[in-house]
C-alpha cells in the first residue's frame, strides 16, 4: 500500500510562502505524486502531479527529491482563500488508492 | 463547473428508506469512483468501475449497492442504512484507472447524506 504521511495542520499569514510536505516512504517505481485541494462541502479539487524533480503550474510547485520518498507542495504568496485541507496521493502502478487526511491549512489575515 | 455532477445535494433518510445517489460525468473518461468521507477520517474508497465494469469493491456492506449503466452514469443505490452511514458520499472520474495509471481524479461536490 502506499501510504502517505503529511502534518495534520498548518497556520499561515497573507502573502507568505507556504511548503507542505508528504512522506511516502515505500513508493513504487511506477507511481506517481498528486496533491489536491479540498474546501468544506465540495470534493478535492486536483493541483498538481509530478514523477520526480520539480513541476510547476499557475497555482503551486511540487518538489520531489531524487528518492522520491517525499514530496513538497509550495504554495506562492498564499491568500485567504487558499485556507482549505490538501491531501497528497501516491498512485499507479496496479495498487490501492489510499488517502490520508490531509493537511488542514489555515490562512489568517 | 467541475465536470462531475452529484445529486441531490443533501439527502436525509430514515434508515428502512431506499434512495438512489446519481453521478454524471461530462469529460468523456472512462473510470468512475464513488467514495466515502467522514470527519475525521480519511477519504474512502468505494467503488471503482472501470467502462461499466466494476473493477474494485472495498468490502463495502451490501446496503450499498453501485450501478453503472454507462460510462458518463453511477449510481449508488442506499437500502436499510444506519446511522454510521451518515457521511459525504462523492463521485470522482478519470481517464484510466487512478490506481493503474497517474490519471488524477475529477471530484464532484458530493452528497451529504443524513441517516435518522
Known amino acids: 500500500l502506499a501510504k502517505t504521511t503529511q502534518p495534520i495542520s498548518m497556520d499561515s499569514y497573507e502573502g507568505q510562502e507556504v511548503n507542505i510536505t508528504c512522506s511516502h516512504n515505500?513508493?513504487?517505481?511506477?507511481?506517481?505524486i498528486t496533491w489536491y485541494q479540498q474546501f468544506p462541502s465540495q470534493g478535492p479539487r486536483f493541483i498538481i502531479q509530478?514523477?520526480?524533480?520539480?513541476v510547476t503550474n499557475e497555482v503551486a510547485s511540487l518538489f520531489i527529491p531524487a528518492d522520491r520518498k517525499s514530496s513538497t507542495l509550495s504554495l506562492p504568496r498564499v491568500s485567504l482563500s487558499d485556507t482549505a485541507v490538501y491531501y497528497c496521493?501516491?498512485?499507479?502502478?496496479?495498487?490501492?488508492?489510499?488517502w490520508g487526511l490531509g493537511t488542514s491549512l489555515a490562512v489568517n489575515p | 463547473e467541475t465536470g462531475v455532477t452529484q445529486t441531490p445535494r443533501h439527502l436525509v433518510m430514515g434508515m428502512t428508506n431506499k434512495k438512489s445517489l446519481k453521478c454524471e460525468q461530462h469529460?468523456?473518461?472512462?473510470?468512475m469512483y464513488w467514495y466515502k468521507q467522514s470527519a475525521k477520517k480519511p477519504l474512502e474508497l468505494m467503488f471503482v468501475?472501470?467502462?461499466?465494469?466494476?473493477?474494485e469493491n472495498n468490502s463495502v456492506p451490501s446496503r450499498f449497492s453501485p450501478e453503472c449503466p454507462n460510462s458518463s452514469h453511477l449510481f449508488l443505490h442506499l437500502h436499510t442504512l444506519q446511522p454510521e452511514d451518515s457521511a459525504l458520499y462523492l463521485c470522482?472520474?478519470?481517464?484510466?484507472?487512478?490506481?493503474?495509471?497517474?490519471?488524477?481524479?475529477?471530484f464532484g461536490d458530493g452528497t451529504r447524506l443524513s441517516i435518522l
Open positions: 470522482a472520474s478519470s481517464q484510466d484507472v487512478a490506481g493503474r495509471s497517474n490519471q488524477p481524479q475529477h
Open positions: 469529460l468523456g473518461h472512462n473510470a
Open positions: 468501475y472501470s467502462l461499466e465494469e466494476r473493477v
Open positions: 515505500n513508493i513504487a517505481t511506477n507511481d506517481y
Open positions: 509530478g514523477y520526480k524533480t520539480k
Open positions: 496521493l501516491v498512485a499507479g502502478n496496479n495498487r490501492k488508492l489510499i
